[in-house]
């Protein structure tokens, strides 16, 4: 089968309005940049696509304290655009330039992993969701939004519009280690948010991709580091829980041994990072 109808709705009442139409729900595509090479392979066969370069969803904003990104922003926007370092970081270290004058926001989130190098930022900034269909709008944290490989809590009918993130009032680091220095699927990426008070930290993010089904919270790391000071001690404890937090998989880029050792040494590298330009 080939696609029969693609539609270009003009708004987002229109987007959604055809993921309900009644001949049965689009296969949903901004950029393309996954949706294209599963339909060129065959892996997909859709009736209907619905492209949503025109739904006016591409735009980048400061309102309430957050920044708001629209889901259909392609991640060369971002790395242009973005006020928040560690995004406009995540956003260069994905894919060629190529691929980041097509890719957008909102698909990196649910691209398959070892993807997703601006996902694992967004969850270590608490990025929150807006999730909207023909009933209404919800906030999401994106840290509620996976429950699986390719599994997520969007209901039928419903499309993320938005993605909104705080500005950060702490310290960040973003490292991706991949095979080549750029351009390179990543064996792990860790995207680390700490603020710090009094020599101690008092609230840590960590986040990691490539090492799970999806982009995923090192929870026993952040534990080990709040409430502590940065010190080598402290990195090593977080460094050796996130080993543990972890599920990582085997592929053609990396073992998952391999993959578990890398984030506990990426993981002393971001946090050795922050300490380091904490102390300067």
Known sequence: MTV????????????????????????????????????????????????????????????????????????????????????????????????????????????PPPAGDVAVALLALDAELELVSQTGTRLVPLADFYRGFLETVLRPGELVTEIQVPFPEGRTAYHKLGRRQANTPAVVTVAAYLTLADGRVRRARLALSAVGPHPLRA??????????????????????????????????????WYRRRMVGVVVRRALAQIAAEEEG
């Open 4 to 111: 029969e109808t693609y539609l270009l709705p003009r708004s987002v009442a229109e987007a959604v309005q055809a993921l309900v139409a009644e001949d049965g729900a689009p296969l949903v595509m901004a950029g393309g940049t996954v949706v294209m090479p599963l339909l060129n392979e065959g892996v997909t066969a859709p009736a209907k696509v619905l492209g949503l370069r025109h739904a006016g969803m591409d735009t980048i904003r400061q309102a309430d304290g957050r920044l708001r990104i629209g889901a259909a922003t392609t991640l060369t926007t971002l790395a242009e655009a973005s006020s928040i370092p560690m995004l406009r970081e995540a956003a260069r270290a994905t894919g060629a330039w190529a691929v980041r004058n097509l890719a957008t926001v909102g698909g990196n989130l649910f691209v």
């Open 219 to 256: 929870r026993r790391a952040e534990a080990a580091l709040e409430g502590a000071p940065l010190v080598a001690t402290t990195i090593d404890a977080a460094a050796a829980a996130a080993e543990a937090d972890c599920a990582p998989f085997s592929d053609a880029i990396a073992s998952a």
